[in-house]
């Protein structure tokens, strides 16, 4: 399927936010709501949406890191940078839980998705989290998520999504990379076995998958944890709007 990105830069009251939009060419599609990881949007981002929306969707990506400066350069730049871990930590302090769906909502109203309309979510790393709270936030909206090595889905906080797996009604994969060794399968054990007995959320487990195996520029790229992720994210996302 022929498909097309545009650029939407956006007004918020912290800053101008790009917004990334992949569609097909033609027709009116689902629309899947999508929440990046640290680095940010880079051409890995763009490469892998693209394949989503030829899949039949249009994908909507709002710049999480607009705070930061507009449209602030992904992974190819940050790899140069001898502070890099510094750097990205720093990107993700700057993010609350309630302004990443304040984004998302905004970045929708953008790419003119009607406020009523039922939508998917797919989030990377920092992203699963939103993509849970999306879905359990808004169950009326967000049909079903899917979440991509995870991260920060454990915390000290009343609020921390583990302590939240008994208000989900709508399903939700999660593909985690078993050396992960930035968000480790230990650091999400309590979350894993809060949703062990959920019918609403299956978790793959892939050995020898490390953490961000999802690209295939990146040196953790993983391919069978990658595919298997796609696989199980499609077939999610079709039963979801079958239902």
């Known amino acids: 399927m022929e498909t097309q990105q545009r650029v939407i830069d956006v007004e918020t009251p912290t800053g101008k936010m790009a917004v990334i939009v992949a569609e097909p060419t033609t ?15 880079r051409q890995a981002v763009r490469d892998h949406a693209t394949r989503l929306a030829a ?8 710049d999480l890191h607009h705070r930061s400066g507009y449209c602030l350069p992904g992974d190819e730049a940050l790899a140069t940078n001898p502070n890099v ?16 769906q304040e984004d998302g909502r905004a970045a929708l109203v953008a790419a ?9 979510t797919i989030g990377f790393c920092l992203g699963t ?40 009604t709508r399903p939700l994969y999660f593909g985690v990379g078993l050396e992960d060794d930035v968000q480790s399968v230990e650091m999400h054990q309590p979350f894993f076995d809060a949703v062990a007995d959920l019918d ?16 295939p520029s990146s040196p953790n790229y993983h391919e069978a944890a990658a595919e298997g992720s796609w696989a199980k994210t499609i077939n999610l996302f079709a039963s979801a709007l079958a239902n």
């Open 112 to 120: 003119g998705v009607e406020e009523r309309e039922q939508c998917l």
């Open 129 to 168: 989290r939103a993509v849970f709270r999306a879905v359990i936030d808004q169950p009326e909206r967000f049909l079903a998520g899917s979440c991509w090595h995870p991260s920060f889905m454990v915390d000290d906080k009343d609020d921390s999504p583990h302590l939240q797996v008994g208000d989900l």
């Open 55 to 62: 899949e039949g969707y249009r994908v909507v990506i709002p």
């Open 200 to 215: 609403l959320v299956e978790v793959d487990f892939f050995e020898g998958a490390g953490h961000g195996y999802t690209w």
């Open 27 to 41: 027709g009116t599609y689902p629309t899947v709501l999508w929440f990046i990881d640290a680095p940010g949007i």
């Open 85 to 100: 871990v510094k750097e990205i930590w720093k990107l993700i302090g700057l993010m609350t839980d309630e302004q990443i």
